[in-house]
């Protein structure tokens, strides 16, 4: 029963896991960096970054099926896969939300400011060093522990991945009511008022504190947020702001 699974579907969902974590590792050291503080990167609670999984094991799946092309033509089917799958991404996902997580369109050559040239490049200097570089050293580790390992790694990650996709998930609809609540206040020309307003030393109110991770795996929706802030007293819109500066 346990090799009812096929061991190659098991190998590329642990890669596309490993390609996400790295894709954390990239992004948080990055920031961190931007930022000098830590910041845990990405939409997820956990280690991972979905959208480097999905864009790596794209790149890999269309390289293959590439071999018989002729290189520029392998090129540009490696570079387009995980531009189209950053845009159709980006386009559910604003139909999930009712909101844009990412926006381009302060970058040249954006499409809807979903997908930009400049994110399209490093993705097609990343194409060749990921399917004749990396990958072969990545499927013979993963292959390496034997396929009983293979299974409960798999069953692992996919339990771990489910659960906080869904709680991140979560976090954005409240994200969400949270602002329609806010606009709401603004609207009617009333202050949000916290449960304790421990003024100028205290920390930000629980009530708003889900409004935080959702703006740190998606700088974007600071842009939603922004133009209500008049709508808090002015210790908590300065640590608001604060935070957003840090992330932009």
Known sequence: MILSIPNGLLSHFIYFAGMSFLGWVIETVYRSLNERRFVNAGFLTGPFVPIYGFGALAITLIGRAAMRLSPVAAWAAMLLAPTLLEYVTAW???????????????????????????????????????????????FSWIAAPGPFIEHYAAGFLSCWLAIDTWRSVQSVFDYKSALAEIRSLVAQ???FLPSFDTGARGRIPAELRRLLK??????????????????????????????MRRRR
């Open 92 to 138: 559910l996902l604003e139909r999930l939300f009712g909101m844009a997580l990412w926006d381009y369109r302060d970058k040249r050559f954006n499409i809807r400011g979903r997908v930009c040239l400049e994110f399209s490049l490093y993705w097609a200097a990343l194409a060749p060093v990921l399917v004749y570089g990396i990958n072969p050293f990545v």
């Open 214 to 243: 959702p703006i740190s795996a998606f700088p974007a929706l600071a842009r939603e947020l922004r133009p209500h802030l008049e709508a808090f007293p002015d210790w908590i819109r300065e640590r608001i702001e604060a935070r």
């Open 189 to 191: 020309g009333r202050s």
